[in-house]
């Protein structure tokens, strides 16, 4: 999926990629109640299929990445899937296609060893609990991992959100 950053402001877009999360087993399947996310034997984790999905967004909460998204008027989840039906011919996700500038890569690690810089991890730390991913994430070499931290709020955060002159909702 390409999510917009800010329509009115800019052009700019940002691709949502699925991480194709493998321990734990890809966390959306895990909690849909009704199966409607497989895995493929190379573990592309699926779209919603369209005649099991209810729409119940238990998936979009159980995601750490953000990835999926419920289409409302399909009443169906959607999301990337790694461009099943191109990369299960040897073919390139449209995203590594398309991309000008390589940011997104498609290929395997041993290539990406010989051909591209950077270290390319798959673990990623959410507070105590680490997921992995089968795709990776590529951070310069001096960083050790990639960490999300959860935020830190405090009361005095509060106050200063709501003395901001600008709405920050609009
Ligand atoms: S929204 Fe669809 S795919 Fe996601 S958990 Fe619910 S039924 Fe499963
Ligand atoms: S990144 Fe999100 S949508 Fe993709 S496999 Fe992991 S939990 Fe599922």
């Known amino acids: 999926m390409v999510d917009f950053i800010d329509r ?19 966390p959306c399947a895990q909690v849909c109640p009704v ?6 034997p190379e573990g592309v984790v699926q779209q919603a299929d369209a005649s099991r999905c209810i729409a119940c967004r238990n998936c979009v909460y159980a995601c750490p990445f953000g990835v999926p998204k419920i289409d409302l008027s399909a009443r169906l989840m959607k999301k990337c899937n790694l461009c099943y039906d191109r990369t299960s011919q040897g ?4 995203c590594a296609q398309a991309c ?9 690690f041993e290539q990406f060893a010989t051909e591209r810089q950077g270290k390319a ?13 089968r795709v990776y994430h590529v ?6 991992g990639l960490e999300v931290a959860e935020p830190n709020v405090t009361e005095n955060t509060v106050e200063a959100v709501q003395d901001q002159e600008e709405p920050w909702i609009v």
């Open 139 to 144: 951070l310069p070499t001096w960083t050790k």
């Open 35 to 40: 199966m409607a996310i497989l895995i493929t």
């Open 100 to 108: 000008p500038t390589d940011a997104l890569w498609y290929g395997t």
């Open 8 to 26: 009115t402001y800019s052009v700019a877009t940002q691709p949502t990629v699925c991480m194709h999360c493998e321990d734990p087993v890809a």
């Open 121 to 133: 991890i798959r673990q990623t730390q959410f507070g105590t609990q680490e997921v992995r991913t």
């Open 91 to 94: 073919l390139q996700p449209w």
